[in-house]
């Protein structure tokens, strides 16, 4: 068989996998360790060990635990209603302020925790209530919660985007920086989106704000100020040269719990084991996937697949902006059946020689992929932030909540193009801060 056919047969393969229900590592090495022994024999699998180890072999990795953390801690306490509550009473004279409190407060507590699925848990399950206690309808409500959780990809500290350097050895600190400017953009258009919706729904959004004094606005600020805090400190440190990925996360984690316990007075043990257990599971869980991706990348070099799609690509004659929207195409699709993580460390290996030799910068795309990562969390069949949406509210289907976000879709489909036609919205930033570099 030749290599490109020998691709085929692992995609197809690992398709099959994924389609069993299989855990997405488990399925990476089954087929890994399939093709390695019928290409090269029992012979080969003297190197798995090694090859396994090496993908945890980083130190940059400790990083990972230490965000999801901090991300735990935020998201096991009355952080993410704060965050909300205070958005609510300083933007309650803006037209369709609850709304744009809802957006605010994911982009804030994306930023704390990092993680998709929480974020529209958190803010979900008050804002939504309150949304509809209001009277918004639930495509406004349900869509722009699950629109608005998918931002924990993208704005800094993001696990995805540690994944990414990881995988491609880029500057993590660069790619948190990249996607800050990115991140309040498509936050902007989700808000222009959500006024302009609720006023073709005919909703007189002035009067559905509460009411608030200034002693209530900063009487909120306290709880709400130290949390923020810690995202610029990591920022800081990080585009300063001042501390590693791997120390940022673990002071991080630290002034978090510790803000956690003391202002909300989480002294019960359950609480904060709960913090721990659930951080270790999902840490081990991306730990696999990052170790079995580096098996699956051996075993497509070892079988010179990598190399041929790479070869096969770079001999289209077509306009590397054509190129790149086949990319995005792809990504997309992916993005429909797999997680953000499994995306990146299997598509990584072959796409970033391509994307450096096609011209484009390594920090823009890891941008663009995350927005796409971003729309698969909405879309179906997988749409992980629909089924926590339902979740949360079960009386309003699946079906609405697809019908609600779906504009938001078309938001991110648009960013893409903005960030196409002006990259400097992604890279002026981190150039600025860091100086210009790879």
């Keep these: 068989m030749s290599p490109l056919e020998i691709g085929i047969a692992i995609f197809v393969a690992l398709l099959v996998l994924f389609a069993t229900g299989m855990p997405i590592a488990f399925a990476l090495g089954a087929v890994s360790v399939g093709v390695l022994l019928?290409?090269?024999?029992?012979?080969?699998?003297?190197?798995?060990g090694e090859t396994f180890f090496s993908g945890l072999n980083s130190f940059t990795l400790v990083?990972?635990?230490?965000?999801?953390?901090m991300g735990s801690a935020v998201a096991s306490s009355p952080a993410g209603k704060d965050l909300y509550e205070a958005l609510d009473r300083w933007l309650n004279r803006i037209p369709g302020g609850l709304v744009l409190s809802n957006l605010g407060a994911c982009s804030l507590f994306a930023a704390l925790s990092g993680s998709s699925?929480?974020?529209?848990a958190a803010i979900g399950k008050m804002g939504i209530p309150e949304m509809r206690k209001?009277?918004?309808?639930?495509?406004?409500?349900a869509g722009s919660i699950a629109a608005g959780g998918t931002l924990g990809i993208l704005i800094p500290p993001s696990i995805t985007m540690i994944v990414y350097g990881i995988a491609t050895e880029s500057?993590?600190?660069?790619?948190?920086?990249?996607?800050?400017?990115?991140g309040v953009m498509l936050t902007a258009l989700f808000m222009a989106w959500t006024i302009f919706s609720c006023w073709r729904s005919g909703l007189k959004l002035s009067d559905l704000a509460e009411r608030y004094t200034w002693r209530q606005k900063f009487a909120i600020l306290p709880r709400v100020l130290p949390f923020l805090a810690i995202i610029v400190g990591i920022l800081y440190v990080l585009y300063g040269g001042v501390a590693t990925p791997s120390e940022a996360a673990g002071v991080g984690a630290l002034f978090c719990l510790v803000l956690v316990v003391l202002v909300y007075r989480i002294f019960a043990s359950k609480p904060i084991i709960a913090m721990f257990r659930d951080t270790a599971r999902e840490s081990v869980m991306i730990m696999l996937i990052i170790a079995a991706s580096e098996l699956f990348a051996f075993t497509l070099s070892s079988?010179?697949?990598?190399?041929?799609?790479a070869e096969w690509i770079s001999t289209l004659d077509v306009n590397r902006w054509v190129l790149m929207a086949l990319i995005n195409v792809f990504l997309l699709i992916a993005g429909f059946f797999l997680p953000p993580v499994a995306v990146i460390l299997m598509t990584a290996p072959i796409l970033?020689?391509?994307?450096?030799q096609a011209g484009f910068d390594p920090y823009w795309f890891a941008v663009i992929l995350t927005i796409n990562m971003e729309i698969g969390l909405i879309t179906p069949p997988v749409g992980l932030n629909l089924y926590v949406i339902n979740g949360i509210a079960p009386d309003i289907s699946l079906q609405t909540i697809l019908r609600g976000s779906m504009p938001y879709v078309l938001c991110m489909v648009l960013a893409i193009v903005i960030l196409c036609v002006f990259p400097g919205i992604v890279t002026w930033l981190p150039n600025a801060m860091m100086g210009r570099g790879i």
């Design 117 to 120: 699925p929480a974020t529209c």
């Design 303 to 309: 079988t010179f697949v990598t190399q041929s799609i």
């Design 134 to 141: 209001r009277g918004y309808p639930p495509t406004i409500a």
């Design 63 to 69: 990083s990972v635990p230490m965000f999801i953390l």
């Design 171 to 182: 500057s993590i600190g660069r790619l948190f920086v990249a996607g800050i400017l990115p």
């Design 352 to 356: 970033l020689p391509i994307i450096l």
């Design 38 to 48: 019928l290409t090269e024999g029992a012979g080969s699998l003297e190197t798995l």
